[in-house]
C-alpha cells in the first residue's frame, strides 16, 4: 500500500518512510548503480577524435595551449581564448553572455571535460573541438580577425614555426608578404573582397594551415580533464566504505536530493542530465528559444544547418577522418518533425558554483532560479512554450534538495 503524504511533511519522515520501504538501506542498489554512473569513476579514457591525428599529440598540445593564451590573434591584440575560457572559472567567464570585441549572444560553457563531447556551442553548429576552434577567431563579436591574419601572426614567430614544422613535418608555401593584412570568406565586406582576389589554391593552403592551428587547440584543450569533486569522492566512499560511512560526508539535505535528481517520475532530471559528466550531450527544447525581439535564437534549428554546411566538418577536407569514421554527421537526425526548433544542448552539472549564470542566455543567477524555472507552469523571459518538460512540481524544500546535491559537483 502506497502513503499518500501532505507535501509539508518533514524531509526527515520521507526519510524514514524511504529507510522502512527498504530494509536497512537509505539507497537501493538500482540506485547505487545509478549514482555510480554519474561519478567519474564511470567515465573512462577521452575519446578517440579521427578528425585530428594530432589530437593526442604532446607538442601539439604544448602548440595549443600558447595560442590559447597569446592575445596577438585578435584583432586588437587584447583578447585570447582565455579571455572567455578562463581557468580559475572552470574556463568559462562569470558573464551572462560573453564579451569578445563586442557582447556575444550567448553563455560560455566550461571546458573542463570537453573532450568528452560530441557536438560543439549550445546549438551544435560544429562536430569537432578543433573546428569549434576556428570560430572565435573570425567571428565578429569575439577576435574579429580572419583566418589570413591569424596565419600571418602564427608564422611570424619564430617557436611557433619551429612547432608546427614538428608536428606537421612541413612548414607552408605560402609566401606571407604576398598576403593582404587580412582576409576570409566570413566577415566584413573588405576581408571578403581580399579572399577572392586570391587564387583557389593560395585558399586551400590557407585554410589547411588554419585548420591545422585548430587542431593544436584541440590538442590542448583536450587535456582539461574533469577534476573530481565531493560527490565523486562520496560515491567511492559508499561502494568500497559502506552506505553509513558515505552517509556521514553529506548532508541530509544533499542525500535526499539525490534519491530526488535519481526519481525519474518526480523530477526528470535524469532524462537529460546523465553519465559522469551529467550531460547526455543532446539537445532539448526547455522554453528557453527566443523567436522573435533583438535577443532572437532558434538554438538547434540553425545548428544543425551549420554544422552540415561546414567545410571544416569531419567529412570535409581538412578532416584526417574517413567517412567511415564520421557516424555523428553521417547518421544525424534531419528529421523536420524532431522538436530543434529552440533546442539547445544540454550542459554538464559539474563545477556550477564557477560557470554561472546559466542557460545558454544566461538569464539565471542561481540554482534556485534554474530548478523553479523546471517547476513553473509559465517562463515570463521567453515566448515559448512549446517545451519538453511535463508537469514537473517540486515544494521548496525538494528544491533546497536538489541544490545541496547540485553543489556536491563543485
Known amino acids: 500500500m502506497t502513503a499518500i503524504l501532505p507535501r509539508t511533511f518533514s524531509g ?43 589530437a593526442d599529440h604532446p607538442v601539439a598540445a604544448i602548440l595549443g595551449k600558447s595560442i590559447f593564451f597569446d ?47 560530441q557536438w560543439f556551442y549550445w546549438d551544435g553548429r560544429r562536430d569537432s573541438l578543433w573546428s569549434q576552434a576556428l570560430i572565435p577567431f573570425e567571428a565578429p563579436s569575439e577576435m574579429a580577425t580572419s583566418r589570413v591574419g591569424v596565419i600571418k601572426t602564427f608564422f611570424e614567430d619564430e617557436n611557433y614555426r619551429k612547432l608546427y614544422k614538428e608536428i606537421f613535418g612541413i612548414l607552408s608555401n605560402i609566401v606571407l608578404a604576398d598576403l593582404p593584412d587580412q582576409a576570409s570568406p566570413l566577415g566584413p565586406l573588405a576581408y571578403q573582397n581580399e579572399w577572392y582576389r586570391l587564387p583557389r589554391h593560395v585558399h586551400d593552403d590557407i585554410n ?26 562520496f560515491v567511492k566512499v559508499l561502494r568500497h566504505e559502506g552506505e553509513s560511512r558515505a552517509l556521514e560526508q553529506v548532508t541530509q539535505k544533499a542525500a535526499d536530493g539525490m534519491k530526488l535528481f535519481m526519481n525519474i517520475d518526480k523530477t526528470q532530471c535524469l532524462r537529460c542530465h546523465n553519465g559522469p559528466m551529467l550531460t547526455n550531450g543532446g539537445f532539448h527544447n526547455i522554453g528557453t528559444g527566443i523567436f522573435r525581439g533583438s535577443n532572437m535564437d532558434f ?5 544543425l544547418q551549420a554544422v552540415l554546411l561546414d567545410e571544416f566538418n569531419c567529412l570535409g577536407k581538412y578532416s584526417d577522418a574517413v567517412e567511415q569514421d564520421c557516424d555523428a554527421i553521417n547518421y544525424i537526425n534531419k528529421d523536420s518533425h ?32 534554474v530548478i523553479g524555472h523546471y517547476s513553473s507552469k509559465k517562463d515570463v523571459n521567453t515566448v ?19 541544490v545541496e546535491f547540485v553543489e556536491l559537483l563543485n
Do not use: W
Open 12 to 54: 526527515i519522515f520521507l526519510v524514514f518512510l524511504s529507510i522502512a520501504a527498504s530494509g536497512d538501506d537509505f539507497f537501493s542498489e538500482r540506485e547505487v548503480r545509478i549514482l555510480e554512473s554519474l561519478s567519474l569513476s564511470a567515465l573512462g579514457p577521452v575519446p578517440e577524435s579521427p578528425s585530428n591525428r594530432i
Open 71 to 117: 592575445s596577438r590573434f585578435s584583432l586588437d591584440g587584447t583578447l585570447s581564448c582565455a579571455s572567455c575560457h578562463q581557468p580559475d572559472k572552470a574556463f568559462s567567464d562569470g558573464l551572462a553572455l560573453a564579451q569578445g570585441m563586442e557582447r556575444t549572444g550567448r553563455n560560455t560553457p566550461t571546458l573542463l571535460g570537453v573532450a568528452y563531447q
Open 208 to 233: 589547411r594551415i588554419f585548420s591545422n592551428i585548430g587542431k593544436a587547440i584541440a590538442a590542448f584543450e583536450r587535456t582539461l580533464a574533469p577534476p573530481s569533486t565531493k560527490f565523486d569522492e
Open 299 to 303: 538554438g538547434r534549428l540553425f545548428g
Open 338 to 369: 524532431q522538436p530543434l526548433r529552440g533546442a539547445f544542448k544540454t550542459p554538464t552539472l559539474r563545477y556550477l558554483e564557477k560557470t554561472k549564470p546559466y542557460f545558454h542566455d544566461g538569464r539565471f543567477n542561481s540554482l534556485i532560479e
Open 384 to 402: 515559448n512554450q512549446n517545451t519538453e518538460i511535463e508537469g514537473i512540481e517540486l515544494n521548496q524544500l525538494e528544491i533546497e534538495q536538489l
